[in-house]
């Protein structure tokens, strides 16, 4: 996976490089790759820094968020009637541009940390919730007749049967969710903000220093890679059952 990997991001730097070449935009419009390795390297301090603001938002809200949708996710199946009324609002909310939420995420919960964490908290929270939920929903049939015959309770059948098959969706849900909180963290910078690389990103923008954007996205990309494979990492360990999984798809 990771040769896979490096060889993805040596082609895109080659293809990159190719375009600078044979285009020649100006350097505000669209760096060499060499110049914002350059940059990543003399600003180094400043990036470490609002990269680990990023970071620590994008993971706390990697937690909140994966917390709350497997919650959601099991009360569809643990109340079926107050999951049907609460499932369509929830879609509802899902459907709303994150881009709409996070001013009024800022008004509530301020500038500080806490508007971002919830930002990335929800851009997780509906994976999570709808992977888990439709796990639960299609568990089989006769495996529910069958646990019916032993008189076990409602919980005791969610419990010790449907959970537990549930689980390979709960991981491909954090799968798909977790390169997707750094995004929601950034998201909320742009809209307000005193550090992070979103708020980089802005400053950067206003002064036409395209090295530095295109430094800040390379580290957002490494953030995101890094969660996917602690996902990858993590999931073996905890669901032994659930399908392995990786970056790349493998070779037949």
């Known amino acids: 996976m990771i040769i896979q990997t490096a060889f993805g991001v040596a082609a895109a730097l080659a293809t990159w490089?190719?375009?600078?070449?044979?285009?020649?935009?100006?350097?505000?419009?669209?760096?060499?790759?060499?110049?914002?390795?350059?940059?990543?390297?003399?600003?180094?301090?400043?990036?470490?820094?609002?990269?680990?603001?990023?970071?620590?938002?994008?993971l706390l809200g990697l937690l909140v968020g994966a917390v709350?949708?497997?919650l959601a996710g099991l009360a569809t199946a643990a109340w079926p009637r107050a999951g049907a009324i609460a499932?369509?609002?929830?879609?509802?909310?899902?459907?709303?541009?994150?881009?709409?939420?996070?001013?009024?995420?800022?008004?509530w919960f301020g500038f500080g940390m806490a508007s971002k964490v919830a930002m990335s908290a929800i851009v997780i929270f509906f994976p999570v919730a709808s992977f888990l939920a439709d796990g639960l929903r299609r568990t089989d049939p006769d495996l529910l007749d069958a646990t019916a015959l032993t008189e076990a309770s409602h919980w005791r059948a969610i419990q010790h049967v449907r959970l537990p098959l549930a689980m390979p969706a709960f991981v491909s849900g954090l799968r798909v969710a977790a390169p997707l909180a750094p995004l929601g963290a950034v998201i909320g910078e742009w809209v307000g903000a005193s550090g992070g690389l979103g708020f980089l990103m802005i400053q950067a923008n206003a002064r036409l220093q395209t090295d530095l954007m295109f430094a800040c996205l390379a580290l957002l990309a490494a953030l995101t890679l890094f969660l996917r494979a602690v996902v990858d990492a993590l999931a073996p360990r905890f669901v032994p059952w659930?399908?392995?999984?990786?970056?790349?798809?493998?070779?037949a």
Do not use: C, H, K, N
């Open 17 to 58: 490089q190719l375009v600078v070449l044979a285009l020649r935009p100006p350097r505000y419009m669209l760096p060499e790759p060499w110049t914002v390795a350059q940059t990543l390297w003399r600003r180094r301090d400043l990036l470490m820094r609002e990269g680990a603001t990023t970071a620590t938002e994008a």
């Open 87 to 107: 499932w369509p609002v929830l879609i509802v909310l899902q459907s709303l541009p994150v881009f709409a939420l996070a001013p009024l995420l800022v008004l």
């Open 68 to 70: 709350a949708g497997a």
């Open 242 to 251: 659930a399908p392995e999984a990786s970056l790349l798809p493998s070779r």
